[in-house]
């Protein structure tokens, strides 16, 4: 007899699970609600079809369960069980079915059983897996492979007086029918139901999820982020007490009379102000960039407050949505205001782009990704209905609100304040060495933020496109905070040096260095795709790179926004000094 859970190796391992719905209670032999899901292989979360699209049993009346808008976009399809369960109504043996298999079927499920295939089912909202099948065999000679399949699966719940705590599936290994290729077969499918009493509360069904297995491993992530950040704070701290403040001594005033010129930061105070090129995109960047900043930070304050349940990640998806159609005021205000201060002409061109700059990118690959999943008839692929529900959420709310966040920030906006005037010519900026220009500088700006997160980003994708949990919100959200710190540092003191070889270009400068982390982590995503996962498949790899593609992006919007804002308050701070001086 084996526990039905899933491990990286696909072998079946002991594994509770639980849930923390509504408090559902229950009198003897009363319908306990059991659904089936889906299926798909364990290598390949994001490929998932109908439970029923494999010639398994069904019952006699199919109802499909009424679905939260969530739980469609995570691709769940739950329907009626072909298994009846009652509270604490024992079941042993029970014939679910006989079915007789053509040779078609047969070769289907040989296929699915070759590919590690698993099914989820929901009994009273806890989700339970199981393999269908097993290959016993050569590993080195596939004609000599067994394809088995299991004939008998086990429920055991538990329970606490009049309401459901656990549930989880046993296969029987030794009850299995050996599918033979290419001729019809009779099979009969049973399980059994067993109610095991525990003392368990209800209110702590998801405990087991707040402290992973190896939880060390996290709280030394915490310590090799802090330690970064630490170092690199400290060496900025002796580098600002010995030569900044140096500097700040030995400026000359122009109306003295010294024949020492001034070089370095201090001789392009003129310059230093002076408006980026490109002003709508770069307005419109920061826009998006302080607008993704704060869905990251809401979100993860939800997170805190233990608003997403364990395994049912479509609470996570309303989340993203209502969030990001609320912080739609927020994007439309800052970009608005930033690009009326620098002197920009066309404000409604601006707030177009703003609203354009993250959500064009991701419906164009969700278009495609989306006509992938349709070819494949996978759950991935979203109902027209869904798509019309989204779209209108956008256009009757998210788009508005950027209108009036808009409206908002050009009746707001005051005058760039600038330390230092701007000259009307600009300087020219001398000849740099190769490793001061701006590729040199992101490579290296992007590492330093990058290794303060590689560690969590581990079992970040394990729970994004695998069959774990991340629930350790804590944790993610200390090394969020130390990301954008440490991203905010680097970027200053590579805006100091860029100004220290006297170039002024520093604006496109200090977002593009701020944002490199984005580049970095999916850089990672080629490291874990072909390194650590076992995806396979056309649908799991588009799906895999086109969504992280997206998300990278919307980090480097959102860390280069936070470089740029923190290097623009930096910039203020040393040339006031100056002038103060």
């Known amino acids: ?138 590993s080195t000679n596939n004609s000599e492979h067994k394809y088995l399949l299991y004939q008998h699966f086990e429920l055991e719940i538990f329970f606490n007086k009049d309401q459901v705590i656990e549930a989880h599936l046993l296969m029987h290994p030794n009850e299995v029918v050996e599918l033979a290729e290419g001729r019809d077969m009779d099979i009969e499918l049973q399980y059994s139901v067993h109610w095991i009493e525990t003392n368990e509360h209800f209110r702590e069904r998801t405990k087991k999820y707040s402290v992973p297995r190896n939880s060390s491993i996290h709280h030394f992530s915490i310590i090799n982020s802090c330690v970064t950040f630490l170092i690199l704070f400290g060496c900025l701290l002796i580098y600002y007490m ?38 709508s995109l770069f307005a419109a960047a920061l826009g998006s960039g302080a607008q993704l900043c704060i869905l990251a930070t809401f979100t993860l304050l939800l997170g805190l407050l233990g608003v997403f349940y364990p395994f049912n ?151 994004m496109w695998g069959n774990r949990v991340y629930t350790l919100y804590s944790t993610i959200f200390v090394i969020f905070i130390i990301l954008l710190i440490t991203t905010s540092l680097i970027t200053v003191a590579l805006t100091h040096f860029q100004l220290a070889a006297e170039d002024h270009r520093w604006w496109w400068r200090s977002f593009l260095c701020g944002g490199t982390v984005g580049l970095y982590v999916y850089g990672f995503c080629f490291y874990y795709c072909y390194w650590i996962s076992h995806f396979s498949g056309f649908l799991q790899l588009s799906f895999f790179f086109g969504y992280m593609a997206w998300i990278c992006y919307c980090i480097f919007l959102m860390c280069g926004s936070v470089g740029f804002y923190v290097s623009l308050l930096y910039v203020r701070h040393i040339y006031s000094s100056i002038k103060s001086d």
Not at 245 to 269: H, L, M, N, S
Not at 443 to 457: D, E, H
Request: glycine residues 6%; charged residues 20%; proline residues 5%.
């Open 1 to 138: 007899m084996c526990r039905s859970s899933l491990n990286a190796s696909g072998l079946l391992k002991s594994r509770h699970v639980r849930s923390d719905f509504l408090e559902h209670r229950y009198k003897v032999d009363d319908a306990v609600p059991l659904y089936v899901n889906k299926v798909g292989p364990y290598y390949n979360p994001s490929e998932t079809y109908g439970y029923y699209s494999l010639p398994f049993c069904r019952p006699d009346h199919l109802e499909e369960k009424q679905e939260t808008l969530g739980e469609i976009l995570n691709g769940d399809r739950l329907v009626t069980a072909p298994y009846k369960v009652k509270f604490l109504q024992q079941k042993n043996h029970e014939v679910a079915c006989a079915k007789k298999l053509t040779s078609e079927e047969v070769s289907q499920i040989q296929a699915a059983i070759k590919q590690y295939y698993i099914f989820q089912m929901y009994c009273d909202d806890l989700p339970i897996w199981g393999f269908i099948g097993n290959v016993e065999g050569s």
């Open 242 to 279: 010995r030569v900044i403040r140096k500097d700040f001594y030995d400026f000359i005033p122009e109306d003295t009379a010294v024949d020492r010129e001034q070089t370095g930061w201090k001789c392009i105070r003129s310059d230093v102000f002076r408006y980026p090129k490109n002003r």
């Open 313 to 463: 990640r479509g609470n996570l998806f309303i989340a993203l949505i209502v969030l990001y159609t609320m912080t739609s005021g927020f994007a439309g205000y800052l970009a608005v205001l930033f690009y009326c201060q620098i002197e920009g002409k066309n404000g409604g061109k601006n707030l177009l782009l703003t609203g354009s700059l993250s959500s064009v990118p991701l419906f164009l690959i969700f278009c495609f990704l989306n006509t992938v999943a349709a070819s494949y008839q996978a759950n991935a692929a979203l109902p027209l209905g869904t798509i019309l529900i989204l779209l209108l959420i956008w256009i009757s709310l998210a788009l508005p609100l950027l209108v009036v966040g808009g409206i908002a920030g050009k009746k707001s906006h005051g005058e760039f304040q600038a330390t230092c005037e701007t000259s009307k010519c600009p300087r020219e900026v001398p000849s740099l060495r190769w490793y001061r220009s701006t590729l040199p500088q992101m490579v290296l700006a992007g590492f330093l933020p990058f290794s303060t997160i590689y560690m969590q980003l581990h079992y970040v994708f394990m729970s």
